[in-house]
């Protein structure tokens, strides 16, 4: 069993410097993406397009009156069983 170079002596080192240096760029710019994707601005704001999104169409604007919907009759379903459970509770 005979054992092959990996490289060519004079290129190697040179080889090696440039592929070091390009792997550390792109260890830098994954760095910096994972940094500005774990920023609790940049998770608030996420969130916060999420949530218009659900009430809004972002493309046109439009409020999505199906969704509002859904979310007012939810309150006032919980507002109301509230109200029950109190009231029968204090009788």
Known sequence: MTLEPAAQPAAQPAALAAEMEATRERLAQTIDQLVYRA???????????SVKGFFV???????????ILKVVGSVVGVVVLFAVVRKVASD
């Open 39 to 49: 920023s609790p601005k940049t998770i608030v704001r996420r969130e916060i397009t």
């Open 57 to 67: 169409d972002l493309g046109t604007g439009q409020p999505r009156t199906g969704n």
